[in-house]
């Protein structure tokens, strides 16, 4: 069992999402994060998702969404070649006896304050999955009051991009 | 030229070469029944008693001709009941278009009367789905999804077409039929290495499915045959491709195939696996299945290669293309060993044979085999008179075995076997039982009504006989809910309907009721008496492995 992350291009279309994930419940693929947004041609949107398996899994999934009408390319993003990135927002309580530790910890993972008040402060904060995680860990003993995250979104390094890259299915 | 976006569902069908559809009327697809009076000369609509029936007779007319079939059903219920004749046709990769009407766009997400999201309905259970949103799309979004149906794969796709856009006008013209999407060419270092590997072959075991159907490459895989010198099995799926009494076939292999078919491939060292998905029912235990052999799995569909069974190999491509490359790189072969082997598993199969005076399934197949021609199709329901007409029945040319494979779908055959007879023009058997043609008997008003050719010959044991065999084998003959209680004269039935009905408990019985029913051209059912405990054998039970196998349920 290995994370992996997937980058897949459909057409922009009314229903696109739910076909994919619709596949997803059909063939059993529990997936940990999904996202979507447009990309640089309004054709297509961007669907980036993680999820844990072997590779026998991630073959299913990878032909699966190929076999998909309106899915364009699939690629996998591993952790060396490409570069992964998650947004997070997250709450908690403002108070006297915490706010300089809580201010040190924004200080530290180079998060930003968005939202201040006497009793809560809201922080967003970007970077890898396992940063955000720990990020969590230490804002926990202040009091979470809610967080939201975004998910993965992921980029191959270098020039190359999931369109013009070739794709073997073998 | 401008006409109503109903006129172009017709017109578009029509210029994609659509002959015949199958359907049900109803509100939301009432301008669409306008437009098929207006073009009666030019399309043949047939009525079914039913939206399954009609789904299952697109599906069956598909089967027997390879064409696309065609239905058409209204909103709601009429599109909800298509859903298992859908599934049925993407369990099996039918080419079939459904369409259905919905209520009009203002009405769509009211929960209006009638009111279903379809296309959200059978995502799963469709090669593509398309809600019309634009009535400028309508005319492409038919030809695209013919495009999908057929193309690489097949399977089934279904157009919801809200009645606004049925009632809008448009811009229509003729265009030529569109090309398939292209198959791919199967890559040259993979023919290299199936080469390789069926060289090796001393013992092999041509595997086929669907796929060899669908691909029509039944003569490669014969010519295959002979220069690797080996035998060839078949899937459910791939029955009639091959010739039954063909040297080399040795018929359905799996859980209730043949006994020497399954054993021969259970002993070969290499299997050339064509256009099958290795389901769990041909292969048991997947852990124990084939063991010594290296398998060459040859497919259209790239996502079979390594999804139930892993491969020595993945040939993904065109199969036609595929097998003439494959055959023209091997040598020819002499597997004397092999022959000898295989005679030795076909003498033990025929031990198997028991005499008895009954009138039994395998004695109902071979007199059927006796009087029909090349050209009957057979079309089945689901159960063990399925798994008795796949052992027993014998065909000469493929797309004649018309059978819920994928699905299993009790019911399929009355539908099924309607679209076969009507797409072929030719008389056509159905083999059918008690319980699934309860399932669907309804039809037997369509085939009065179109006087359709169909012998239906009804094996009736007053069980679920499929399911009674497994609680007597593993549920400690704890018969429940299997056993029909129901008193139904399939006889009277019959001649309810404007059919004709004949019973027989003999073989002399059967044998002239069944020459009078195939020559009579129209519909008759044959209520065939059979004993409730007749076994479906050989059995692989579920799971089980080769080592397995029951030949026999004496003491059992």
């Given at each position: ?58 073959a299913q999934m990878i032909n699966q969404l190929r076999k998909l009408y309106?899915v364009k390319k699939v690629e ?89 890259n070739d794709q073997e299915t073998e | ?65 390879g ?23 993407q369990?099996d990769s039918v080419p ?31 090669k593509h ?17 013919f495009k999908i149906a057929t193309s690489g794969r097949p399977g ?22 569109p090309a398939k999407f292209p198959n791919k060419q199967p890559s040259s270092s993979s023919i290299e290495k199936a080469i390789r590997i069926i060289d090796?072959a001393?013992?092999p075991y041509i595997y086929i499915g669907g796929g060899v159907i669908g691909a029509s490459a039944e003569k490669s895989i014969i010519k295959l045959a002979?220069k690797v010198?080996g035998?060839i099995?078949c899937s459910?799926m791939g029955?009639?491709a091959i ?27 290499v299997i050339i696996a064509v256009g099958v998905r290795f389901s ?14 290296k398998i060459v799995h040859i497919d259209l569909d790239f996502a079979e290669i390594n999804k139930n069974i892993d491969c020595s190999v993945g040939v993904i491509g065109d199969i036609k293309e595929s097998l003439s490359e494959i055959i023209s790189g091997i ?67 493929p ?158």
């Amino acid at each position: 069992m290995s994370k992996f992350i997937l980058a897949v291009y459909v057409d922009n279309k009314f229903g696109v999402l739910t076909r994919v994930t619709s596949m997803f419940t059909r063939r059993g693929f529990n997936i940990d994060t999904l996202t979507v947004g447009e990309t640089e041609s309004p054709e297509y949107s961007r669907i980036t998702l993680s999820m844990s398996g072997d590779g026998y899994a991630r073959a299913q999934m990878i032909n699966q969404l190929r076999k998909l009408y309106n899915v364009k390319k699939v690629e996998l993003l591993d952790e060396e070649s490409s570069i992964h990135r998650e947004l997070m927002l997250i709450k908690v309580k403002n108070s006297s006896k915490f706010r300089q530790d809580i201010m040190t910890a924004v200080d530290v993972f180079r998060s930003k304050i968005i939202d201040y008040s006497t009793d809560a402060m809201c922080i967003e904060i970007t970077g890898e999955p396992s940063k955000i995680n720990a990020f969590i860990e230490i804002l926990k003993p202040f009091g979470i009051i809610e967080m939201c995250r975004t998910g993965i979104v992921a980029l191959e390094r270098g020039s190359g991009s999931i369109l013009t890259n070739d794709q073997e299915t073998e | 030229m401008k006409m109503k976006g109903a006129r172009i569902v017709i017109e578009t069908l029509i210029e994609l070469g659509v002959t015949d559809v199958f359907g049900y009327p109803g509100g939301q697809v009432i301008d669409i029944y306008d437009e098929i009076y207006n073009c009666s000369d030019r399309i043949n609509h047939y009525l079914t008693a039913h939206e399954q029936g009609a789904a299952h007779a697109a599906d069956g007319y598909a089967r027997a001709t390879g064409k696309v079939g065609v239905v058409i059903a209204t909103s709601g219920p009429g599109a909800t009941n298509l859903v298992t004749g859908i599934a049925t046709a993407q369990l099996d990769s039918v080419p079939m278009i459904a369409i259905t009407g919905n209520v009009s766009r203002a009405l769509i997400g009211k929960d209006s009367f009638q009111e279903i999201d379809i296309t959200g309905i059978t995502l799963p259970i469709t090669k593509h789905n398309y809600f019309v949103n634009r009535i400028e799309d309508l005319s492409d979004c038919i030809r695209e999804a013919f495009k999908i149906a057929t193309s690489g794969r097949p399977g089934p796709v279904l157009i919801d077409i809200p009645k606004d856009i049925q009632n809008a006008e448009y811009e229509y013209e003729v265009r030529p039929v569109p090309a398939k999407f292209p198959n791919k060419q199967p890559s040259s270092s993979s023919i290299e290495k199936a080469i390789r590997i069926i060289d090796s072959a001393k013992r092999p075991y041509i595997y086929i499915g669907g796929g060899v159907i669908g691909a029509s490459a039944e003569k490669s895989i014969i010519k295959l045959a002979e220069k690797v010198d080996g035998y060839i099995g078949c899937s459910l799926m791939g029955i009639s491709a091959i010739p039954t009494d063909y040297e080399r076939f040795l018929g359905m292999q799996g859980m209730h195939g043949h006994y020497a078919s399954s054993m021969a491939l259970s002993a070969a060292d290499v299997i050339i696996a064509v256009g099958v998905r290795f389901s769990d029912r041909a292969t048991g235990n997947k852990e124990k299945f084939a063991t010594s052999a290296k398998i060459v799995h040859i497919d259209l569909d790239f996502a079979e290669i390594n999804k139930n069974i892993d491969c020595s190999v993945g040939v993904i491509g065109d199969i036609k293309e595929s097998l003439s490359e494959i055959i023209s790189g091997i040598s020819q072969k002499n597997n004397t060993e092999w022959h000898a082997q295989v005679a030795a598993l076909r003498a033990e199969e025929k031990s198997f044979v028991k005499r008895t005076d009954r009138l039994t399934p395998d004695k109902v197949m071979r007199i059927i085999n006796a009087i029909k021609d090349a050209d009957t199709p057979v079309a089945t329901d689901v159960g063990q008179h399925q798994m008795w007409a796949a052992q027993y029945c014998s065909f000469e040319k493929p797309r004649k075995f018309i059978s819920s494979g994928g699905l299993g779908t009790m019911g399929f055959g009355m539908g099924a076997a309607i679209g076969a007879a009507t797409g072929t023009g030719h008389r056509t058997v159905l083999i059918t039982s008690d319980g699934s043609f309860g399932m669907n008997l309804n039809e037997l008003a369509t085939a009065v009504t179109y006087n359709v050719p169909l012998t239906i010959v009804l094996l009736n044991n007053g069980v679920l006989g499929m399911v009674r065999q497994w609680q007597t084998l593993f549920y400690g003959k704890r018969y429940s809910n299997t056993t029909l209680d129901r008193h139904t004269d399939f006889v009277k039935l019959a001649e309810a309907f404007g059919a004709e009905g004949i019973r027989t408990s003999n073989e002399d019985e059967f044998r002239s009721a069944f020459k009078k029913a195939y020559k009579s051209g129209r519909p008759v059912v044959i209520d065939c008496i059979i004993d409730k405990d007749e076994f479906v054998l050989p059995m692989l039970p579920p799971g089980g492995s080769i080592e397995n196998i029951i030949v026999d349920t004496e003491g059992m």
